[in-house]
């Protein structure tokens, strides 16, 4: 079968944040089916327009085209598949997909991401003759393979029952997926441009899916569900000697929501690393999207720094323990202390704390004992930062359902982009208030959370504009 895989252009707030996604997912997919004996084609819009950078709504659209992505699927391809790795995605999904099903009619279009596993009923409504809800891989093996796609787990279509989504069969051994696909054309100019921080040639790893915790903020088990699954130490390795030797990578990003979550296999892949660097690799990594902090501990943190873990980010999510029950985020304080001391202790170079502000439940006596644990913590050492996060009610996530039942949010149509066409970021939007916070009050809490580890942002607070969600 002849098959293309596109990835969207992307959203971003400001043009400062502009960055080059890796595709790990769809290039994931590509290798499999190239396995399968089928021609694959992979499109990166994102890539492929990254000069193009178009005003979106309150932030920019960036990549090709969309008439330019339709003209890049090769005639006669028999199937093509459409990530949207976001929900705030879902027009941009919908207006490429109409353009494709106008260039290529005979074509199988198939949608799938975070988008259409958070809100099938949404991305039902696309262009797109079939929608996969959750992971892909299983589900898109077997329609190319000649399955019905009607009779596949978690395929749906516009024609079958809108009540009963159910999420596609889960890659229950992630080593038998192959390694994403390192023969795509112009696949060094990921290495070279996707790197959040420069320190040489970057690629990006995921060697791990799902979560078990329960956090009401979090958006990831509607894809990934909640059953942790992870890849062996010695594949993720293989995967970290061939990238540095065929690529000469020398930084890592690892894009797990839970890499430590296994402490045996954490330490494995650490004395790998090291064996590695050993040998001459000269590798280093970081953790770009957090890591659980109750998952580590003296020896853990010490391999970490041997491995050359540079830029570490800790999930605290918030200095208060009422507001961490709240979230259900299950962590203790006096737990967060001791590891962010030993890190310090150890010498991890930059340490960075994941927080959020403007949750519900913050009430102005937790948001300052959350602020004054945050100064215990900046106190223990300058190589520590902060990243306060705006707090977001994702689609599918419990979080927007209290929301909405509480009427801290606005609109039925709140979540649904098709209408809105907003972007949902951490870092300018505020979509909740309630009795102990308004847009302006949130924004003023943000930024004396900047102050506390910058206080030389201090004469920016009232020259910085608010950027209001509503």
Same mark, same amino acid.
């Given at each position: 079968?002849?098959?293309?895989?596109?990835?969207?252009?992307?959203?971003?707030?400001?043009?400062?944040?502009?960055?080059?996604?890796?595709?790990?997912?769809?290039?994931?997919?590509?290798?499999?089916?190239?396995?399968?004996?089928?021609?694959?084609?992979?499109?990166?819009?994102?890539?492929?327009?990254?000069?193009?950078?178009?005003?979106?709504?309150?932030?920019?659209?960036?990549?090709?085209?969309?008439?330019?992505?339709?003209?890049?699927?090769? +005639?006669?391809?028999?199937?093509?598949?459409?990530?949207?790795?976001?929900?705030?995605?879902?027009?941009?999904?919908?207006?490429?997909?109409?353009?494709?099903?106008?260039?290529?009619?005979?074509?199988?279009?198939?949608?799938?991401?975070?988008?259409?596993?958070?809100? +099938?009923?949404?991305?039902?409504?696309? +262009?797109?003759?079939?929608?996969?809800?959750?992971?892909?891989?299983?589900?898109?093996?077997?329609?190319?393979?000649?399955?019905?796609?009607?009779?596949?787990?978690?395929?749906?279509?516009?024609?079958?029952?809108?009540?009963?989504?159910?999420?596609?069969?889960?890659?229950?051994?992630?080593?038998?997926?192959?390694?994403?696909?390192?023969?795509?054309?112009?696949?060094?100019?990921?290495?070279?441009?996707?790197?959040?921080?420069?320190?040489?040639?970057?690629?990006?790893?995921?060697?791990? /899916?799902?979560?078990?915790?329960?956090?009401?903020?979090?958006?990831?088990? +509607?894809?990934?569900?909640?059953?942790? /699954?992870?890849?062996?130490?010695?594949?993720?390795?293989?995967?970290?000697?061939?990238?540095?030797?065929?690529?000469?990578?020398?930084?890592?990003?690892?894009?797990?929501?839970?890499?430590?979550?296994?402490?045996?296999?954490?330490?494995?892949?650490?004395?790998?690393?090291?064996?590695?660097?050993?040998?001459?690799?000269?590798?280093?990594?970081?953790?770009?999207?957090?890591?659980?902090?109750?998952?580590?501990?003296?020896?853990?943190?010490?391999?970490?720094?041997?491995?050359?873990?540079?830029?570490?980010?800790?999930?605290?999510?918030?200095?208060?323990?009422?507001?961490?029950?709240?979230?259900?985020?299950?962590?203790?304080?006096?737990?967060?202390?001791?590891?962010?001391?030993?890190?310090?202790?150890?010498?991890?170079?930059?340490?960075?704390?994941?927080?959020?502000?403007?949750?519900?439940?913050?009430?102005?006596?937790?948001?300052?004992?959350?602020?004054?644990?945050?100064?215990?913590?900046?106190?223990?050492?300058?190589?520590?930062?902060?990243?306060?996060?705006?707090?977001?009610?994702?689609?599918?996530?419990?979080?927007?359902?209290?929301?909405?039942?509480?009427?801290?949010?606005?609109?039925?149509?709140?979540?649904?982009?098709?209408?809105?066409?907003?972007?949902?970021?951490?870092?300018?939007?505020?979509?909740?208030?309630?009795?102990?916070?308004?847009?302006?009050?949130?924004?003023?809490?943000?930024?004396?959370?900047?102050?506390?580890?910058?206080?030389?942002? /201090?004469?920016?607070?009232?020259?910085?504009?608010?950027?209001?969600? /509503?």
């Amino acid at each position: 079968m002849d098959i293309a895989l596109v990835n969207p252009p992307f959203l971003y707030p400001c043009k400062e944040e502009i960055v080059l996604s890796q595709c790990i997912g769809l290039r994931t997919l590509s290798s499999l089916l190239k396995e399968a004996g089928h021609n694959v084609q992979f499109v990166d819009a994102l890539r492929d327009g990254l000069s193009n950078v178009q005003k979106y709504a309150n932030g920019y659209l960036v990549g090709d085209v969309y008439e330019s992505i339709a003209g890049k699927v090769k +005639p006669g391809t028999d199937l093509i598949g459409l990530s949207a790795p976001f929900s705030q995605l879902a027009p941009v999904a919908h207006d490429i997909l109409g353009e494709l099903k106008n260039r290529h009619p005979d074509a199988m279009l198939i949608l799938g991401g975070v988008y259409p596993s958070s809100q +099938p009923e949404l991305a039902i409504t696309s +262009p797109a003759d079939y929608i996969v809800v959750g992971e892909g891989e299983r589900a898109i093996f077997a329609i190319a393979n000649g399955q019905v796609p009607e009779n596949i787990q978690g395929v749906c279509s516009p024609a079958g029952s809108q009540n009963s989504f159910v999420s596609a069969e889960r890659v229950s051994d992630l080593d038998e997926l192959p390694f994403p696909d390192y023969s795509i054309p112009g696949i060094d100019g990921y290495f070279d441009l996707s790197p959040r921080m420069k320190r040489g040639r970057t690629a990006a790893l995921v060697t791990s /899916r799902g979560c078990p915790f329960n956090c009401e903020f979090c958006s990831i088990h +509607p894809v990934c569900g909640r059953n942790w /699954r992870y890849r062996s130490a010695e594949n993720v390795l293989e995967e970290i000697e061939f990238l540095n030797r065929r690529f000469q990578i020398r930084s890592l990003e690892i894009e797990d929501d839970n890499f430590s979550l296994s402490k045996e296999r954490m330490i494995a892949i650490l004395e790998g690393i090291i064996r590695l660097n050993e040998a001459g690799a000269n590798l280093s990594w970081r953790t770009p999207n957090g890591i659980r902090i109750d998952t580590l501990d003296q020896d853990v943190i010490s391999l970490m720094k041997l491995s050359r873990c540079n830029d570490l980010v800790l999930a605290l999510e918030h200095g208060d323990a009422e507001m961490l029950d709240i979230m259900e985020k299950k962590l203790s304080l006096d737990k967060a202390y001791e590891v962010v001391s030993t890190c310090v202790a150890s010498g991890i170079d930059h340490i960075n704390i994941f927080v959020i502000v403007g949750y519900p439940g913050e009430t102005q006596g937790r948001f300052e004992s959350g602020i004054t644990f945050l100064r215990r913590l900046r106190d223990l050492g300058s190589n520590i930062d902060i990243c306060a996060n705006i707090a977001q009610p994702y689609p599918a996530t419990r979080l927007l359902a209290r929301c909405r039942a509480e009427g801290y949010v606005e609109g039925r149509d709140f979540d649904n982009f098709l209408v809105r066409r907003d972007l949902m970021s951490t870092a300018y939007g505020v979509p909740i208030t309630t009795p102990d916070f308004n847009v302006r009050e949130v924004m003023r809490r943000r930024e004396l959370i900047w102050e506390v580890f910058h206080p030389e942002r /201090r004469w920016r607070r009232y020259l910085q504009p608010l950027v209001f969600w /509503r």
